[in-house]
């Protein structure tokens, strides 16, 4: 029973941290991570496994004994947490990256620079979680200390990111930037037109200096004679 126990409790702890994550993670982006969801719907089978078991003869159909059968779903239960955990945090930094994303390609790269200060800051720091995932996955026998340090270290700067760009403010200085810039722009090509076609009009007022008669050979300047003309 001892083991049993010791299973159960790693489970609870488990279920605990994982719907904390969750709900955390829910709230910032008004959806279900369905992937979690699952993970932890599978958990619950699990468990329901382990009541048919000791409530019925199944055990007795198969060949391992209902201890190992319940270990087993206990252990799976608890593996289910865990991929429920992992599918948080990957939700959670591409959540990130799409935002980013699509501020940049709703409002150009001038205008969210100027808007978000640290927009630079949070696309690397989303290549970094990149990096650490994809680092977790190359080390699998540890996968689950990678993922320890990620939500220690990441997870609530990912909450953050999203909860800030998020905000209303940061819509409204988006949408306020974007449009001094843009009659910034309206402004600098109004006054380049003016000063373009002012400098035309001053060349084509230019006069030429009249040329003196003295300057010309006399037989011009002499008067025709009846005959000549």
């Known amino acids: 029973m001892d083991e049993y126990k010791e299973g159960v409790e790693l489970y609870l702890g488990h279920l605990r941290e994982v719907e904390k994550h969750l709900k955390i993670a829910e709230r910032v982006r008004n959806e279900a991570i369905i992937p979690a969801v699952n993970e932890l719907r599978y958990s619950g089978r699990y468990l329901s496994e382990i009541y048919l ?12 004994s209902p201890e190992k059968l319940i270990l087993d779903k206990l252990r799976d239960a608890n593996f289910a947490c865990l991929k ?13 990256d799409t935002e980013l994303r699509s501020i940049e390609g709703e409002f150009g790269r001038r205008v969210t620079v100027e808007a978000i200060p640290n927009y630079h800051d949070m696309t690397a720091f989303v290549r970094d979680v990149d990096i650490s995932l994809v680092s977790s996955r190359e080390d699998r026998d540890n996968i689950d200390a990678h993922y320890d340090e990620m939500y220690k270290v990441h997870f609530p700067k990912i909450i953050s990111h999203l909860e800030s760009i998020s905000d209303e403010r940061c819509i409204r200085n988006l949408i306020s930037c974007r449009r001094r810039i843009a009659r910034n722009t309206f402004v600098g090509i109004l006054v380049g037109t003016v000063t373009f076609f002012g400098a035309l009009a001053a060349i084509g007022s230019y006069v030429a200096p009249e040329i003196p008669a003295s300057a010309f050979p006399k037989s011009l300047n002499a008067p025709q004679s009846e005959n000549q003309k």
């Open 53 to 64: 078991i000791l409530v019925s003869e199944l055990a007795e159909q198969n060949t391992k």
């Open 84 to 96: 429920a955990k992992h599918d948080i945090m990957d939700a959670m930094n591409a959540q990130l």
